[in-house]
């Protein structure tokens, strides 16, 4: 992607404007820069407050990264997610979150399922849960980096349900260090 103008002396991100978004999580992100996952964002907000840039974005896919040009500005391919859904994943899905949410009780989660009704990929809804649902950075991370969307979907329930498992257990009292 190109440098973005805001990178070039404006001050700052116009509304409209892509950017390419990279977690960064230490120097493996610049040594390994073919293996590093980004998200191709749009600035939906811009804001500037007593000397404070603050920036609403959407991310819209997620690109993987092919080269550096420099620490602003990288080369990337966007990932295109299949369209089907298969298996009734979406479904599955949508029942083990709910679950989750009923058994933490969860002051947002009339909100959260209410949400869920709107989300019409597989792609959209494995994000929406590992954002709103998974506890484990570690676990949001291999969700983020797994590109293929039928795969994340597994894993995602085989995270839910672990995670599913470990509520039980603290509800009825065994706790544990799993």
Do not use: H
């Not at 191709?40 to 819209?60: D, H, N």
């Not at 029942?95 to 009704?117: H, V, W």
């Not at 949001?140 to 590109?147: G, H, P, R, S, W």
């Amino acid at each position: 992607m190109e440098i973005p103008d805001f990178l070039k002396g404006q001050t700052q991100l116009v509304p409209g404007e892509k950017l390419l978004v990279i977690p960064v999580w230490g120097l493996q992100n610049f040594i390994f820069p073919k293996r590093q996952i980004g998200t191709i964002a749009k600035v939906t907000k811009s804001l500037e407050s007593k000397g404070i840039a603050m920036v609403e974005i959407r991310g819209l896919s997620r690109a993987r990264i092919t080269k550096f040009q420099s620490l602003l500005s990288a080369d990337c391919t966007e990932i295109i997610d299949a369209l089907s859904e298969k298996n009734g994943m979406m479904e599955t899905l949508r029942k083990k979150a709910q679950e989750y949410t009923f058994l933490m009780d969860i002051n947002e989660s009339d909100r959260l399922i209410y949400l869920m009704n709107f989300i019409t990929s597989l792609n959209e809804m494995t994000d929406f849960i590992s954002n709103y649902f998974i506890s484990e950075f570690k676990n949001k991370l291999k969700l983020y980096q797994e590109t293929d969307v039928q795969k994340r979907a597994l894993l995602l329930v085989l995270i839910l349900e672990k995670q599913l498992k470990n509520v039980r257990k603290i509800k009825s009292g065994i706790i544990t260090n799993e």
